[in-house]
């Protein structure tokens, strides 16, 4: 089977290498791909937006899978534009259809199926700029902090937990009226703030079956003890250690199943990941948000704990077969450890020649943003490569990732060195 993976970072590279492992797949291709696939893959230079030139390479190398990485090309309609064209509507595309991709391109959408749906999540209320100042009324019935979500895509950082009122005030007026965040932000949703511990919980779907994969946890603020801007995420770690039976039955039963469901009854056609986003508050699961397609750097610790045939599991999601696989899981947890330019997740320099690579032993190396110049490994990117490890447990596998993390360097490198400190 001829395969194309839609995307350049680390959650690619990690689709890619567990894909590569499937002897039911042929040729492997990536666009655009980054150092890391170039190994395992053929890069291809295509945007994951282009849809004319996917089909065009689709076509041309008889492809007869599309796994999409990233929320962009999922949001923009990738999966209907394959269905609704006759020379592409048998390929089967691994991610929702465009109705489907809208629980993750709008906050309030998906608060509202939520809601339908009897999903456990935070109270909220969405506010336009016709009605700003009843939002800033919302805020004042509200205990700090105030969560502000940009209702629309705006690459993760389009929610802000503030502590003043009138600084949340004031930054709800920027984001509606002063546009602060585009289009994203033309609506908000204000939502009460839940205290607690986040995970994450990963579930492939074909729209009627499902199969839960390893639960994870990330770490996404840039300093040490989750302090300072937020990021695409500075690693990761799998299983959660403190999701027991109790609570991952409760997972199930009261988000998982009734997300499923919800998606039937509204007649949402859906085959792909859905990444539910919990806060775990008194040993009681809530919803945080869903994304439409897994998570980075989540992936690259869930991944590697799949020990069943990634190919034969998205075969059956396209043919709505998944109840009739099994998925078998490794026991041993996984950690990734994220290093990323110097200024991210703000301004950052790219073409950073990276140096002991080779050197790294016991770890498995998924680059995020690297390409390749003058045949050296340069950064490409905010966040670069992800050092993955297994262990008994994730102290152990943390220890192994760290020590390989020091063995590699490139100008101005940074990573946290504290993952795993709150659990």
Request: glycine share 10%; aromatic share 8%.
């Amino acid at each position: 089977m001829n395969i194309l993976i839609l995307g350049s970072g680390g959650r690619e590279h990690a689709f890619a290498w567990k894909l590569s492992q499937s002897n039911q797949c042929s040729n492997l291709f990536v666009a655009p791909g980054n150092a890391g696939t170039a190994k395992i893959a053929t890069n291809i230079e295509i945007g994951v937006n282009d849809f004319a030139k996917i089909k065009e390479f689709v076509l041309q190398e008889d492809i007869e899978m599309v796994v999409v990485g990233p929320e962009d090309p999922l949001v923009n309609g990738i999966h209907d534009f394959f269905l609704n064209d006759f020379f592409l509507n048998d390929v089967i595309v691994i991610g929702p259809e465009k109705l489907g991709a809208t629980l993750e391109g709008s906050k309030e959408f998906s608060k509202e199926f939520m809601s339908r749906h009897n999903i456990p999540t935070a109270a909220y209320e969405s506010f336009t700029a016709e009605t700003v100042e009843k939002g800033c009324e919302f805020l004042e019935t509200l205990n700090a902090p105030y969560v502000l979500k940009a209702d629309g895509l705006a690459a993760g950082k389009g929610v802000l937990i503030i502590d003043n009122l009138e600084e949340a005030k004031s930054a709800l007026r920027e984001m509606l009226v002063d546009a602060k965040f585009g289009d994203a932000s033309s609506k908000v949703v204000i939502e009460e703030f839940l205290d607690g511990l986040e995970l994450s919980c990963f579930v492939l779907t074909d729209g009627k079956n499902y199969k839960i994969l390893p639960t994870a946890k990330d770490y996404k603020r840039i300093g040490e003890g989750d302090t300072g801007l937020n990021t695409g995420g500075m690693g990761a770690i799998s299983p959660v250690p403190f999701l027991d039976d109790e609570l991952m039955q409760k997972i199930e039963e009261r988000v998982v199943k009734p997300t499923i469901n919800g998606l039937q009854k509204d007649n949402i056609p859906y085959k792909g990941f859905v990444f539910i986003g919990l806060i775990r508050v008194n040993n009681e699961p809530y919803v945080i948000e869903y994304n439409v397609r897994m998570g980075d750097p989540e992936t690259e610790v869930v991944i590697p704990r799949v020990k069943s045939d990634l190919v034969e599991l998205f075969k059956a999601v396209g043919s709505q077969t998944l109840d009739q696989v099994s998925i078998e899981l490794d026991d041993r947890a996984a950690t990734t450890v994220m290093t990323v330019s110097g200024g991210y997740p703000e301004a950052y320099e790219k073409g950073k020649e990276i140096i002991g690579l080779e050197t790294i032993e016991d770890s498995i190396v998924f680059h995020a943003g690297t390409t390749t110049k003058d045949g050296k490994v340069v950064t490409n990117g905010g966040r670069v490569l992800a050092i993955t490890s297994y262990g008994p447990d994730f102290r152990t596998a943390l220890k192994t990732s760290y020590k390989n993390v020091s063995k590699f360097n490139f100008d101005k490198m940074y990573y946290r060195t504290d993952l795993g400190f709150d659990l």
